[in-house]
């Protein structure tokens, strides 16, 4: 299989996937018209970015395309609807960064804490102002309050309480019904993390806050105007998931009427490339420290990243299946599986799926079973609608090592 790396990618984690067999590509920096022109040039049948933008001109450009993988967690940056059109499979590396931005969250929290940045700047222009920064309050028995509790979010929570922090949290996992919600919250109980009821609840409750939110349409503008009406004055915000998660008109209005404290690694108007001009009305306002989208940007991490990404491709060739793949339906429209046992022979998948086809119905998903040996296997057809007694008496006859045919409802 060809690959191409629209992103740099470090060169052991290359020689990994040319040693598995692959053609490696790599070409760092492609985006735009140059990113869909080398797709039609080099005709990869995998992509991998990490803050390329891949939209759905760049997908379409080469037919032959079947996994994007996105080197990193978050994916909102690649067409998924346009993937999904096109049977391309999307998948990403969640968690592999996780150590990385919980360990700049932090930094930035004890930045603001004891304004770390502006001491350093006064000391570039030669000012001595001891009185003046010694008054930071300290965060020893403060309360760090989060939205949305995923795997950062629960390293920062180990980082907070080791500095004698207590914890407050709202995700969508915490408020789930069932055995899930269930599960999320007594694993929240354990790990010393009281449970609130709404994001508003969060910022109410904490001296800091910090957000974990994937961006989605849900999440967007979920830190707006009433999550800042909530929170204490002078308390702490910490944003080192996705801009959009956040209105930041509410958020500047909370830093000028409030004293809102701000650190963030993510923001609106932020440059797309590695170096350029900044413009942004946040950062004029006291209080506001950022840092240029570094979250994930360690070697710890990106090494991490890279093996993830290696074996998302190696289990693809090998299996035809990616792991961590976004874009794949959870429940297909099938109502009926027809399970097959039969000799693993040449012809009679294909005798099977006649038979249906004859019957027009539509095939939604299928896996064929082989048993210790080789000799056997058991093919398992989910359909969208029933076959008739005398189609499923087709299917058993329709070729000399069938054994058996059933068909039942899928639950």
Not at 66 to 86: C, F, K, M, P
Not at 123 to 140: M, Q
Not at 328 to 348: C, D, F, I, Q, W
Request: glycine share 10%; net charge negative.
């Amino acid at each position: 299989m060809k690959i191409l790396l629209a992103d740099a990618f470090p060169e052991q984690q290359q020689a990994a996937l040319r040693s598995a067999g692959c053609t490696v590509v790599c070409e760092p920096g492609l985006k735009g018209d140059s990113l869909v022109e080398t797709m039609g040039g080099q005709q990869p049948d995998i992509l991998v970015v990490r803050s390329t933008k891949v939209p759905e001109a760049a997908i379409a450009a080469h037919p032959g395309l079947s996994l994007i993988v996105r080197a990193g967690a978050g994916y909102d940056t690649i067409d998924v609807e346009a993937a999904s059109a096109r049977s391309v499979y999307v998948a990403n590396c969640p968690g592999m960064n996780s150590i990385a931005v919980a360990e700049l969250a932090f930094g930035l929290i004890l930045s603001l804490d004891r304004r770390i940045p502006d001491n350093v700047a006064d000391l570039r222009s030669g000012v001595w102002n001891k009185g003046e920064y010694s008054k930071a309050e300290g965060l020893y028995g403060k309360t760090l309050g989060i939205v949305g509790l995923g795997r950062i979010a629960g390293e920062l929570v180990e980082r907070a309480q080791a500095f004698g922090m207590k914890t407050v949290a709202w995700s969508r996992s915490l408020s789930a019904a069932g055995a899930a919600g269930d599960t999320a919250r007594a694993a929240a109980a354990a790990a010393g993390i009281a449970v609130l009821d709404s994001p508003e609840a969060v910022a109410a409750a904490s001296d800091v806050v910090s957000l974990h939110v994937a961006s989605t349409a849900e999440t967007h503008g979920l830190a707006g105007a009433a999550f800042f009406k909530a929170m204490k004055p002078g308390a702490y915000f910490i944003n080192t998931s996705r801009a959009e998660t956040v209105d930041e008109g509410a958020l500047r209005q909370a830093v000028a009427e409030k004293g809102i404290r701000v650190g963030v690694d993510v923001f609106d108007g932020e440059p797309a490339g590695k170096d350029g001009e900044v413009q942004s009305d946040l950062f004029a306002l006291p209080g506001v420290y950022g840092t240029h989208h570094i979250g994930a940007s360690t070697e710890q991490a990106q090494d991490a990243v890279a093996d993830e990404v290696v074996r998302i491709v190696s289990s693809y060739m090998s299996t035809g299946n990616a792991p961590n793949v976004v874009n794949r339906m959870e429940k297909t429209p099938a109502k009926y599986l027809v399970s097959v046992h039969h000799r693993n022979r040449v012809g009679v998948l294909a005798s099977v799926l006649q038979v249906i086809k004859q019957h027009g119905i539509n095939v939604d998903g299928m896996e064929n079973v082989l048993f210790q040996g080789g000799e056997g296997a058991c093919a398992n057809i989910q359909i969208e609608s029933a076959l008739s007694p005398e189609g499923l008496d087709a299917v058993t006859s329709a070729h000399s090592d069938i054994f058996s045919a059933t068909m039942h409802e899928i639950p």
